[in-house]
T-cell receptor, first 112, second 116 residues
Framework: KNQVEQSPQSLIILEGKNCTLQ??????????LRWYKQDTGRGPVSLTI?????NTKSNGRYTATLDADTKQSSLHITASQLSDSASYIC???????????FGQGTELSVKP | GAGVSQSPRYKVAKRGQDVALRCDPI?????LFWYQQALGQGPEFLTY????????KSGLPSDRFFAERPEGSVSTLKIQRTQQEDSAVYLC??????????????FGPGTRLLVL
């Protein structure tokens, strides 16, 4: 079954600290993996996209990694800010048709 | 520039009532997608349009759900005889080209539907 599993389900950290979110997937055939940020009451916004041959991608304080062999990805957030509080969703594109398979998200709360 | 917009943002319906949810994609975007997002879950695919053609409706949960995009721009998702399990956020997304693995989808803010 094509699935994307994320952990932890929720996370609370202090402002300025780093954190890492995890994603495991069983989607096949694999095209790419994206991390999305979804603020409360808003639609998801793409942060990074990685294909099979890429194992790391950065976007400012966000760094995503991909291990295609173990089918795992992580999103590392450096020097967290209050505005980082959101749900972070791991999304795998299945096949060339572009169908997105979403994880359930990690709810991150950054406290002052 | 304007992003994807959706209306209404919130909708409360009585069980059995019909509802219509509107999506205005980014101007010129060829592809349009509808997703259903239950509380605390990631979005799940409902249906996909390329211009006015509905190419994939495999995610629609029942025949009470109907989507259209008659002129290849604005789309409407209609739910007939709403049930409590239909309560969710309905997200619309659009992309500039025909659906492909590397096309970025831009999401609207969603319509939060509550069926009482």
């Amino acid at each position: 079954k094509n699935q994307v599993e994320q952990s932890p389900q929720s996370l609370i950290i202090l402002e300025g600290k780093n954190c890492t979110l995890q994603c495991n997937y069983t989607v096949s055939p694999f095209s790419n993996l994206r991390w999305y940020k979804q603020d409360t009451g808003r639609g998801p916004v793409s942060l990074t996209i990685m294909t099979f041959s890429e194992n790391t991608k950065s976007n400012g304080r966000y760094t995503a990694t991909l291990d295609a062999d173990t089918k795992q990805s992580s999103l590392h957030i450096t020097a967290s800010q209050l505005s980082d509080s959101a749900s972070y969703i791991c999304v795998v594109t299945r096949g060339q048709g572009g169908k997105l398979i979403f994880g359930q998200g990690t709810e991150l709360s950054v406290k002052p | 520039g304007a992003g994807v917009s959706q209306s209404p943002r919130y909708k409360v319906a009585k069980r059995g009532q019909d509802v219509a949810l509107r999506c205005d994609p980014i101007s010129g975007h060829v592809s349009l997608f509808w997703y259903q997002q239950a509380l605390g879950q990631g979005p799940e695919f409902l249906t996909y349009f390329q211009n006015e053609a509905q190419l994939d409706k495999s995610g629609l949960p029942s025949d009470r759900f109907f989507a259209e995009r008659p002129e290849g721009s604005v789309s409407t998702l209609k739910i007939q005889r709403t049930q409590q399990e239909d309560s969710a956020v309905y997200l619309c997304a659009s992309s500039s080209q025909t659906s492909g693995a590397h096309e970025t989808q831009y999401f609207g803010p969603g319509t939060r539907l509550l069926v009482l």
